[in-house]
């Protein structure tokens, strides 16, 4: 594995805009084959937003659906499955949670942040929540204004 491959930080609660929609499915789209890295939290993050029915804006899938959206995903040549954590990873994560405040998003994010760090690989997401996770290589992508 080299150190540009990228691990999505799936925040699919934006799934319904469609703006945002197109930012996403355009980075997908520029994205080579077996660099984006997924794992199961991403997994449960994707399952649970698609049949949510606030984060899917009234229209949440069903769990066999989801469940088919993520095969669809998982399969792409893009995508690849992290197993397991690195070694650094549980220090890292623990330092990155130590003397902070409490967030809604503190325990995911910096596992998912640690988890980037750990395999020095790049985070991708829309969420500007991970700019404090000092030293994460971040790629943010951004909503256009409309």
């Known amino acids: 594995m080299c150190a540009d491959n990228q691990i999505m930080g799936l925040r699919l609660d934006f799934i319904a805009y469609r703006t945002v929609t197109e930012v996403a499915k355009a ?18 993050a994707v399952l649970r937003l698609l049949t949510n029915r606030v984060a899917m804006n ?9 469940l088919k959206a ?10 690849f499955h992290i197993d397991a954590e690195p ?14 405040e409490p967030t809604p ?5 910096a596992w998912l942040a ?3 760090m ?21 790629r943010l992508l951004e909503i ?3």
């Open 27 to 44: 980075w997908w789209d520029e994205q080579p084959d077996a660099t984006v890295g997924t794992c199961l939290l991403t997994r449960l």
């Open 70 to 79: 993520w095969s669809k995903l998982s399969g792409d040549p893009r995508s």
């Open 144 to 146: 256009p204004d409309r």
């Open 118 to 138: 750990s395999l020095d690989y790049e985070m991708t997401t829309f969420d500007r929540g991970f700019e404090s996770f000092r030293n994460l290589k971040l």
């Open 114 to 116: 640690a988890l980037a």
């Open 58 to 66: 009234g229209a949440p899938v069903t769990p066999d659906d989801a």
């Open 87 to 100: 070694a650094g990873h549980e220090p890292r994560f623990v330092s990155l949670v130590s003397s902070r």
């Open 105 to 109: 998003n503190l325990w995911t994010d």
